[in-house]
């Protein structure tokens, strides 16, 4: 699977995971912008392309749905974006959200990330 989604794709791909299967028209809908029908089927058809959607037929409609779980997309994201911005590195990328004045953590996901660090060293 591509790792790559323009905005839309993206947006479309947000839609079918919270929804876990629809049909365009339901897609255009649930989209947080305005976009023509034909648009998303076009968006759809390159997302199946991509390996990112597959769809089923029920009767004369068609069903999409995402082709991968959402946690393998997040974490393939995830790679791109640590690749990208901070040569691979996930101490540098955790360093840089954790000193940004917006990032907010309370007790229990601090413990969270310890215990994933703990686990880590062992």
């Known amino acids: 699977m ?11 791909l947000d839609v079918l995971y919270q929804l876990g299967s629809a049909t365009a028209s339901e897609v255009v809908v649930a989209l947080p912008v ?3 029908n034909a ?25 999409f749905y995402p082709a991968i779980p959402q946690k393998s997309a997040a ?9 990208v911005f901070f040569a691979g590195s996930v101490e540098e990328a955790l360093a840089a959200h954790l000193a940004d004045p917006k990032t907010k953590l309370n007790t229990e996901q601090v413990k969270r990330l310890k215990d994933l660090i703990d686990r880590h060293k062992s």
Not at 2 to 12: A, V
Not at 41 to 62: M, S
């Open 34 to 36: 305005k976009l023509a």
């Open 75 to 83: 974490r393939s994201a995830l790679r791109k974006v640590l690749d």
């Open 2 to 12: 591509e790792s790559e989604f323009t905005i839309r794709e993206r947006q479309i």
């Open 39 to 63: 648009t998303v089927r076009t968006l759809l058809r390159i997302l199946e392309e991509k390996g990112a959607v597959k769809h089923r037929i029920d009767g004369k409609r068609f069903i």
